[in-house]
Structures are given as structure tokens and as C-alpha cells.
């Protein structure tokens, strides 16, 4: 079964913590991004990465940090920089750059 | 400021209605697609149109795009209630790597 995974589906974070969001591919697909969304918003790109070992910053990178060691993998971790951190948080991959994304389930980060 | 911008922002209709969506954007694209989100899941890639087509179908889907007015039309005919969902277009500039999305229109679809 071919397809984009992340976990956890309902994370939660305390002041001061860093928390990873875990996505994963099988797709073979090079390029992977993560976008946040906030309620009733569009998506906003975060990082993403063209190829392993390469990512770069989106529009809102501040208080985030990936890394792409393998071709199927592309966590985000959300830092204690980021002060306004609860959002829903998608992952999606392409073959190749600008084309079709495929997008994972999402993970809803709440801030107790 | 985001590139794509849908039109309207919500718009509810009968089941059996047509339903059209637009996005305009504001720079010259590569190729501009559209994406479907039901509530609290991820998006769903519809159709994607390139800069040098003016039409394309999907089966109850129907995707214009105008590069003069930089304006696309999504067309979903004879709705169903499963339809009901978010849509949003999303633009590919030049020769960077991102995807610029707008904050989308909401659609309802009533049985």
C-alpha cells in the first residue's frame, strides 16, 4: 500500500518542550515539505527538502527544524522558540519538483 | 502576501447543482492545481493545469485556466453531498520549488 504516513495524529506540547513530527513515504518520491495550517488558512510552507540530505526553509521556518536522512523520512521538529505552535501540521511529497503533492493525514499540535 | 486567492469563501448549494470556484494569482505560473480537504484530513490533488492548457476534465471536474486575466475556474456539475469539502488552488512559479496555496473555498453541498 503506497502512500504518506505521519504520526502522531494528536500531539501535545508543554511550554518550554521541543516535539517531533514524524512523516514517512513509500512513494520513491525525491521532494518532501511540511505546511502548516491554521483554522479557516491556506497552507503555509514550512521547510522542504528536494533530495536527502538537502532541505530548505519555507515562509515560516522560525521556531522549526527538519532533517532528511533517508529518502523516506522527513521529521519536523517544533522547537520551544516556536511560541505560537498549535496548528494542524501536513506533510506532503512530489516525484519531482512543482508537481502533483501527495499529502499525509496531518498532525494537530495542541499546547497544554 | 499569498499568490492564490479563492473566490468565493463559502458557497452552499443543492445536490444536483453546479458548483464553480476561482483562483486568481498575481505572477506567472508554471502550473496551477486544485486540491480538495475534508475536515481535519489532508488534501486531495484534483487536477493540475499547466501554463499552456486552457481546459482540462476529470470526470464531474472541469478546470479552466486563463493566464491573460492570471484566473482559473474550477467546475464540479451535478454535486453530491460527498462533495462537501474545502478546495484550494495552489500555484508553481518559475523555477522554484514551492507551492504557493490560497486560504481556499469552503463548499456545501445539501442532500
Known amino acids: 500500500d503506497g502512500g504518506i504516513t505521519q504520526s502522531p495524529k494528536y500531539l501535545f506540547r508543554k511550554e518550554g518542550q521541543n516535539v517531533t513530527l514524524s512523516c514517512e513515504q513509500n512513494?520513491?518520491?525525491?521532494?518532501m515539505y511540511w505546511y502548516r495550517q491554521d483554522p479557516g488558512q491556506g497552507l503555509r510552507l514550512i521547510y522542504y527538502s528536494q533530495i536527502v540530505n538537502d532541505f530548505q526553509k519555507g515562509d515560516i521556518a522560525e521556531g522549526y527544524s527538519v532533517s532528511r536522512e533517508k529518502k523516506e523520512s522527513f521529521p519536523l521538529t517544533v522547537t520551544s522558540a516556536q511560541k505560537n505552535p498549535t496548528a494542524f501540521y501536513l506533510c506532503?511529497?512530489?516525484?519531482?519538483?512543482?508537481?502533483?503533492?501527495?499529502f499525509g493525514p496531518g498532525t494537530r499540535l495542541l499546547v497544554l | 502576501s499569498q499568490q492564490g486567492e479563492e473566490d468565493p469563501q463559502a458557497l452552499s448549494i443543492q445536490e444536483g447543482e453546479n458548483a464553480t470556484m476561482n483562483c486568481s494569482y498575481k505572477?506567472?505560473?508554471?502550473?496551477l492545481q486544485w486540491y480538495r480537504q475534508n475536515s481535519g484530513r489532508g488534501l486531495v490533488h484534483l487536477i493540475l493545469?499547466?501554463?499552456?492548457?486552457r481546459e482540462k476534465h476529470s470526470g464531474r471536474l472541469r478546470v479552466t485556466l486563463d493566464t491573460s486575466k492570471k484566473s482559473s475556474s474550477l467546475l464540479i456539475t451535478a454535486s453530491r453531498a460527498a462533495d462537501t469539502a474545502s478546495y484550494f488552488c495552489a500555484t508553481a512559479l518559475g523555477t522554484g520549488n514551492q507551492f504557493y496555496f490560497g486560504t481556499g473555498t469552503s463548499l456545501t453541498v445539501i442532500p
Open positions: 506532503a511529497s512530489s516525484i519531482k519538483r512543482q508537481e502533483t503533492q501527495y
Open positions: 512513494l520513491n518520491h525525491d521532494a
Open positions: 505572477t506567472s505560473i508554471n502550473n
Open positions: 493545469i499547466r501554463s499552456n492548457e
